[in-house]
């Protein structure tokens, strides 16, 4: 195995160990008797609810770049479960000092800090920690971890003339196996159906890739 994919590997795997931790930790640990969340205060509870908010950023040289993708995932030690939230990208929202804008505008007005800050006024909720994941950050973890077996639903292609990288979409309807080059023209992919229509992908390309990287090959 190359060095670099690897390294890429083994950060895969940490990325497996700490979600075992906090899936221990946080939606677990009220089965273990004298740490029954039971036992604990209505605030004690309250604070067993961890909320990770997850941005997907278009950063390109000179350009901070805005969370085209932004999702919240919450772990509910409760309800023993974890849920996930995304927020279209063009929803509209008071950001800090900044006044009304779209919400994935918070990140290039003052990157993470600004977007969990408005996330967080936005939701009513408190942002425990947050991820940072941009293009090349999202090919490199899928070829690592071997890419991702997906049913494309349609027929998709798009290019962009406009775009720096020039940005060409072109996959076929049906069973396929996505690199990550490949897994990240399927995540980008809109049409008609809007951002909606991408969000939906998003999820289930999500769903996907914790199907594998939770499966007995990866973590041998």
Do not use: C
Not at 76 to 101: E, F, Q, Y
Not at 167 to 184: E, F, M, N, P, T
Not at 202 to 215: E, G, L, M, R, V
Request: avoid cysteine; proline fraction near 1%.
């Amino acid at each position: 195995m190359h060095l670099k994919n690897r390294r890429l590997a083994i950060i895969a795997t940490i990325i497996i160990v700490v979600l075992g931790y906090i899936t221990y930790k946080y939606i677990l640990a009220d089965q273990l008797g004298s740490n029954s969340i039971d036992n604990l205060s209505r605030s004690d509870r309250l604070n067993l609810k961890k909320n990770i908010v997850v941005m997907g950023v278009d950063k390109r040289d000179g350009d901070v770049g805005r969370s085209d993708t932004l999702f919240v995932v919450m772990f509910d030690a409760k309800n023993n479960h974890a849920s996930l939230l995304s927020i279209p990208r063009d929803t509209m929202v008071k950001i800090p000092k900044n006044g009304w804008d779209k919400i994935n505008h918070a990140y290039a007005y003052g990157g993470h800090k600004m977007t969990e800050q408005t996330v967080e006024e936005f939701l009513g909720i408190k942002i425990n920690n947050y991820v940072v994941v941009d293009f090349k950050g999202f090919v490199n973890i899928i070829d690592a971890i071997g890419g991702i077996d997906i049913d494309v639903e349609k027929d998709m292609y798009y290019s962009d003339p406009y775009d720096d990288d020039g940005l060409v979409i072109d996959l076929k309807k049906g069973q396929q196996h996505l690199d990550g080059k490949k897994a990240i023209e399927y995540v980008r992919y809109r049409d008609e159906e809007g951002d909606i229509g991408r969000i939906k992908r998003q999820q289930k390309f999500i769903a996907a890739a914790y199907d594998k990287i939770t499966s007995a090959q990866i973590l041998l």
